[in-house]
């Protein structure tokens, strides 16, 4: 049930672009995207319905590709601040709980 | 400041004994959140309160419990404690079920 993210880690520049993936093998009815800094609690960044609706927050957006069971974020022009574990989250339809993923985590160099 | 909080913040406890974390939700959130996070894990989901009731679980050990009181502030209690239990316990809130989760600054559990 948990789902499962890619890649586990990404190293960049700065100013690059970044994409991380979240897929389920169940029907989801939500994807929840949240960023850890080390040592810090989890920050919501987003979240997405079913529906293929695309959202974005900064220069920080993200998919939902409701046939597929996936979610993509989408990190541009990255800033290092954007550094830090980023988390999906799904909500499996019919169900109750927010169930995470393992992670990525994103390293953005100067 | 996310405006959950969550004491102590840290616990230093040894095997076989019993703790209990506590947590206090954003104010007007109605649902309380509690996760488990091992060293460079990720956030294992363990139970959910709305408004004093049992939501939904998760894996959530039967030596472990937890309620929500009337004025919404939740309370996990851990028993038995064993050295596998020491981890990061966040407790997050949100308004309504599965809506923006907040999240308090966790409390860091070391079983010896």
């Known amino acids: 049930q948990q789902p499962v993210q890619s890649p586990q880690a990404v190293i960049l520049r700065e100013g690059e672009d970044a994409v991380i993936n979240c897929s389920s093998s169940?029907?989801?009815?939500?994807v929840h995207w949240y960023r850890q800094k080390h040592g810090e609690a989890p920050v919501f960044l987003m979240i997405l319905l079913k529906g293929g609706e695309q959202k974005g927050h900064e220069k920080i957006s993200a998919s939902f590709n409701e046939k597929k069971q996936q979610s993509s974020l989408y990190l541009t022009a990255s800033q290092l601040s954007y550094s830090g574990t980023y988390f999906c989250g799904t909500v499996i339809q019919g169900a109750q709980k927010l169930v995470f993923g393992q992670g990525t985590r994103l390293t953005i160099n100067p | 400041d996310s405006g959950v909080t969550q004491t102590p913040k840290h616990l230093i406890t040894a095997t076989g004994q019993r703790v209990t974390l506590r947590c206090s939700p954003r104010?007007?959130?109605?649902?309380v959140y509690w996760y488990q996070q091992s060293l460079d894990q990720g956030l294992q989901f363990l139970i959910q309160?709305?408004?004093?009731?049992?939501?939904a679980k998760g894996n959530i050990l039967e030596r472990f419990s937890a309620q929500q009181f009337p004025d919404l502030h939740s309370e996990l209690n851990l028993s038995s404690l064993e050295l596998g239990d020491s981890a990061l316990y966040f407790c997050a809130s949100s308004a309504q079920n599965h809506n923006e989760q907040f999240f308090g600054p966790g409390t860091r559990l070391t079983v010896l």
């Open positions: 104010s007007g959130d109605l649902s």
């Open positions: 169940k029907a989801l009815y939500s």
């Open positions: 309160y709305y408004n004093g009731e049992e939501r």
